[in-house]
């Protein structure tokens, strides 16, 4: 199909070369051969009088006009998925959707998973895929990839509609003979001691709780980093390190694993989670449904 000459479907192509800038990647992606997939850029280059991407090496890098178009291929692209999945209604008893969200595993933990027993019970065919947070997350409810995501507020593109999903407080976790939640935990005991903190993404970026706690301005001796929320209980049994936690994972670790927690001794914030769903996904039904569940099973945690 031709909109003002271009051929639509070269649009689907130029959003897989901006995301992944490999033409044999894209290729792969959209079952299309090499050949086809750079006749298909080269129809792209005429129409917009511009190169659009570079080659060095085996990648390739988008010119300024094609990084310009960018942000304006991924809203068409988001629409356009959202227009020919949009429906009058949602039967949830019968749907066989999948819902893409953005979670980390302690929300996977904490909220995926009792919202897993409870689409067992009314939604059986409903299927849900979650994707980590990463340097692309953002990136992928953007061009739609996503239907939603989950994150502390900070953490929010400026360009969507969010809502709170639940508050969550932090404790100080340890094993349960670490001596410090017999003696009381203070500030300077809790500086003194070893830490696990959690890194995030190929960045390594500071969660909630490690940048709000580097605010406070005192050194610690940080002795292991791990990526996931998930591990860090399995990594403090038998050691006197600290893990300052998410209090509802913490109480999910402590039915399975020999540990202990305490208040943290300074003031420290509740962290907003949020979930962030891309605009044109207000009116979906299905979406509007999964929010509802969501939102049930996190005021029960």
Request: hydrophobic share 45%; charged share 25%.
């Amino acid at each position: 199909m031709r909109f003002k000459n271009l051929d639509l479907n070269l649009l689907v192509l130029l959003s897989s070369l901006l995301m992944t800038r490999s033409v044999s990647e894209s290729g792969r992606r959209l079952n299309l051969s090499q050949p086809a997939v750079s006749a298909s850029l080269a129809r792209l280059r005429d129409y917009f009088g511009d190169a659009l991407f570079v080659t060095y090496g085996r990648r390739m890098a988008p010119t300024p006009f094609a990084v310009s178009l960018a942000p304006l291929v991924d809203r068409a692209m988001a629409d356009i998925e959202a227009l020919v999945s949009a429906t009058t209604a949602f039967e949830p008893e019968t749907s066989e959707r999948l819902f893409r969200i953005g979670a980390s595993d302690y929300v996977s933990l904490v909220v995926v998973s009792p919202l897993l027993r409870r689409l067992q019970r009314i939604a059986p065919g409903v299927q849900v895929h979650t994707l980590a947070p990463s340097e692309v997350m953002l990136q992928a409810l953007e061009t739609g990839d996503l239907d939603l995501i989950i994150t502390p507020e900070e953490f929010l593109s400026s360009d969507h509609p969010s809502q709170l999903l639940f508050e969550e407080n932090h404790v100080v976790v340890g094993w349960a003979e670490n001596p410090v939640f017999d003696r009381g935990l203070t500030e300077e005991v809790f500086f003194d001691s070893g830490h696990i903190v959690v890194e995030i993404g190929k960045e390594r970026r500071s969660s909630f709780a490690e940048r709000h706690v580097a605010k406070l301005g005192r050194q610690r001796r940080v002795e292991v980093t791990t990526a996931s929320f998930a591990v860090v209980p399995w990594l403090l049994p038998g050691t006197r390190r600290l893990a300052v936690m998410h209090e509802r994972l913490a109480r999910l670790s402590m039915e399975v694993l020999p540990l202990k927690c305490a208040p943290l001794p300074f003031p420290f914030p509740a962290m907003r989670q949020m979930v962030q769903l891309h605009r044109s996904r207000e009116g979906d039904p299905g979406v509007i449904w999964f929010l509802d569940q969501l939102r049930q099973v996190a005021s029960d945690a």
